[in-house]
């Protein structure tokens, strides 16, 4: 893996953490030749899907403009390790990951996540 896709993954890492550190930070643990192996620990959100961290993870690096897939997940008693395969150099997720982004959005501008209904954020 060139040191460029590295640092984006970095990057994307430590935005995952700003935004859940609270109840669950990752970070790289093995670097792969067409990936890597990132561990997530924490007490993590009872009303989130636990997969649902590792989906963020994937939806920040697409946001970046790279093409991932998780290829295994190993859980474990406070957390799970997942291994995350790239895809060809260059390859663009097709459609903005705006759900995602708008969280991010609420969260950093109104410090705390969005109600539940929906239609109160419009």
């Not at 561990?39 to 697409?62: I, K, V």
């Not at 790279?66 to 150099?89: H, M, N």
Request: hydrophobic share 35%.
């Amino acid at each position: 893996m060139d040191s460029e896709t590295k640092r984006l993954v970095e990057d994307a890492v430590e935005e995952f953490n700003r935004y859940h550190g609270v109840e669950a930070a990752v970070r790289v643990v093995d670097w792969l030749e067409n990936g890597f192996t990132a561990e997530f620990r924490g007490s993590f959100c009872l009303t989130c899907g636990f997969y649902d961290y590792f989906d963020d993870l994937l939806q920040l690096l697409e946001s970046r403009g790279i093409k991932a897939a998780i290829s295994s997940i190993t859980e474990q008693s406070d957390g799970a390790l997942v291994e995350y395969r790239l895809g060809p150099a260059g390859e663009q997720r097709k459609r903005p990951a705006d759900k995602v982004v708008l969280i991010f959005e609420w969260k950093r501008e109104n410090g705390g996540y969005p109600p539940s209904n929906p239609e109160k954020i419009l």
